[in-house]
């Protein structure tokens, strides 16, 4: 069962990661304490440490229900056949990475992934490249026949798109500015 499966399934624990992503995401990982999550959380010090017995795992444990929620996220939104290939590739690339650029506390917490090797390990990694597959997946089975050839593929596309909207997640305004460059690129891509 993953972490976001048992979070859903414990309120308190709910409760807590979704208090250690604001502490977190305001403090980043080496100035947050445990007793600061746990007063954000109302529970106890103690009580914090029956569930999580480090605050690296605290800080695993929350960055997994990010990334996990993000990617749910991108999931429905390629799901959704009630819009063009364009509008479900745009609204996936946004639910994956634009939240990040919401507030100055949600690109706090999008450096803060970034830099958090050290902690996470390959976690971020392992996200984009399940990401990554989704997305080429989604553009393998569904892409119009203007956008793929023998010498285009759904491995192509999938990487332009996904290293841009990674660059213009850093460089974008804002997700209104994000989104238009994911489908001003989509433009120039069909032929």
């Not at 992503?21 to 109302?42: L, N, P």
């Amino acid at each position: 069962m993953s972490t976001v499966e048992i979070a859903s399934q414990n309120p308190k624990r709910t409760a807590v990661l979704k208090a250690a992503v604001a502490v977190f995401g305001r403090y980043g990982f080496q100035k947050t304490s445990m007793e600061a999550v746990a007063r954000a959380a109302g529970i106890s010090r103690p009580g914090l440490y029956l569930m999580f017995p480090s605050k690296e795992q605290l800080y695993r444990a929350t960055m997994h229900g990010v990334l996990e929620r993000a990617q749910q996220a991108m999931e429905v939104c390629l799901a959704d056949r009630s819009t063009s290939f364009d509008d479900r590739v745009v609204a996936g690339l946004d639910a994956l990475m634009g939240p990040y650029l919401d507030t100055q506390m949600a690109r706090d917490l999008n450096e803060l992934l970034e830099n958090s090797e050290p902690q996470l390990g390959p976690m971020l990694h392992d996200y984009q490249k399940r990401a990554q597959a989704t997305l080429c997946a989604h553009i393998a089975a569904t892409a119009p026949s203007d956008l793929l050839d023998h010498e285009r593929t759904a491995d192509d596309v999938t990487d332009l798109l996904f290293s841009a909207a990674l660059t213009w997640k850093s460089t974008s305004a804002g997700r209104e500015e994000f989104c238009d460059r994911i489908r001003r690129a989509l433009r120039l891509l069909h032929h």
